[in-house]
């Protein structure tokens, strides 16, 4: 069977995230004052080919600990669907 596994990737909550400064600081000037932060991320989606959503999602946490994520800067969500 061929499952997604969607990958959610963001900076780590105690770390400066300089991207999402940058945005909130473009949504101050552009009025939306109500915004109180903002985290940038990524999302990878990966189809793979696998016996069980179990296995796809073994597959999945594996790329994004050696490839996907950096653990000293960033958490991962997985989900398979």
């Known amino acids: 069977m061929t499952f997604t ?3 959610k ?7 400066l995230d300089p991207q999402g400064k940058a945005v909130k600081s473009g949504l101050d000037n552009l009025g939306l004052n109500n ?6 991320g990524k999302n990878i989606v990966l189809q793979i080919e696998a016996a069980s959503a179990d296995s796809a999602k ?6 994004a600990k050696k490839l996907l994520a ?3 800067m960033e958490m991962f969500e997985v989900s398979i669907s």
């Open 70 to 72: 950096n653990p000293v």
């Open 5 to 7: 596994a969607q990958i």
């Open 58 to 63: 073994a597959t999945a946490e594996e790329a």
């Open 35 to 40: 915004v109180q932060d903002v985290r940038i």
């Open 9 to 15: 990737v963001m900076p780590l909550k105690e770390l």
